[in-house]
């Protein structure tokens, strides 16, 4: 099960299969389940859901630290950038709808504070969307006071996108040759107010509980689950060798944005680009969704940021987890046609500020998609079959 599912996660999303028929879309291979526009032939859409996670409990204990309420910056990104991202990899839409919705316990969180800081950064990121040429309709959304039901605050939201059908990314043309181009999670883009954080916005359940001290969960009992414990030995306020801000606040640093980069590189290499993928739950085996009979093959990852070998050191994750767990410096791929592969990592860099590189190669696998791992903390394959016992 491993160090994550010990603490109630599951990466590997056991039973989500039982929604499979009823909601599949027209591509099988795709990142997003596309569904036809019943009212515009030749269009689809997506509708995506996706949130924050458990990232909003660490930017509270950071408030509760830190006393300062700008801890909850970072959230509105989060939720924005997981759901835009996923939406980006199967193409540029002809339209986007955004709405939120935020559920508080206000008897422990400061809601009118949170939910002005919620605005504020929502209209921002939209604007600079807007400005990029990504046309987004902020549609408002939901607030709802739980506090029966939810200890601190849960922010998420919905992406509804239109695409013309025959300009969709749909995971098919991904073949043996293609190049894989990594794109960093972490730095500072030309489009960023602030540095976006190498986590983005998972695996933070397992790196809160392996990096925050006991004590943490004792003084706030908000923030746990009765038998989860917290087992670091850090502060929020930590500032440790190596990382340019306290502990908590590169915990929380900003998912970054994606979309700019996806529609730039679509635009600038057209059908060149075979798959975009957005390594958010299921980190570097996010791929294997995609595509058909292909064997990903990551040979040449980047140096691995700090966070991540800090909590591989004191969460005690195996290595192989910590690449299922977490993005590892890798934040979003795109499986491209070989003419461009140095092409595509040059326009990234020079247009965005991002690091991209290639980080590897597609081969043909037989069955099912398969991924194949060579890292400076070992070689680990994922997506083969568990061997029978004999």
Known sequence: MGRYGDLGV?????????????????????FCDIHPDPDIEGNGYVQKPDGAGSKPVQNYLNWKVTGDIMAFEGIAQDTLGMNIGDGFCVGIPTFCIFDDYVAINKLHV????????????????????????????????ET??????????????????????????????????????????GGQAVYERRPAGPLMANGLTLTRHSLMH?????????????????????????????FQRPLGEEITAPTRIFAPVFKGVRE??????????????????KGLRVGKGIRYVKDDMPELSPIFKLIQKHGKVPWREMYNDF???VGAEMYVDRAVTDEVPQYIRETFGIDA????SCAKAHGRNKLRL?????????????????
Request: charged fraction near 25%.
């Open 110 to 141: 400061p809601k009118e504070e949170v939910l002005q800081i919620l605005h504020d950064e929502w209209k921002e990121l939209i604007e600079m969307l807007n400005s990029y040429g990504i046309n987004v309709t902020w549609s408002g959304g």
């Open 144 to 185: 709802a006071d739980l506090p029966d039901q939810l200890r601190t605050l849960d922010v998420s939201g919905s992406l509804h996108a239109r695409y013309k059908l025959d300009s969709v990314i749909t995971g098919e043309d991904i073949s043996p040759g293609d190049s894989i181009i990594g794109i960093a999670s």
């Open 214 to 242: 006991p004590i943490y969960a004792i003084r706030y009992p908000e923030i746990r689950e009765p038998g989860k414990e917290y087992t670091g030995i850090f502060s929020p306020k930590t500032r440790l060798m190596g």
């Open 357 to 360: 590189s290639r980080i590897g």
């Open 327 to 329: 993005n590892m410096d």
């Open 10 to 30: 599951d990466v590997h999303k056991k039973g989500i299969s039982a929604f499979r028929d009823s909601v599949s879309g027209i591509y099988k291979h795709s």
């Open 268 to 285: 600038e290499f057209g059908d060149a680009v075979h798959g975009i993928v957005f390594n958010t739950g299921g980190g570097n085996c």
């Open 374 to 390: 060579e890292t400076e903390h070992g070689n680990f394959n994922y997506g083969y079959a568990p061997k029978k016992k004999s």
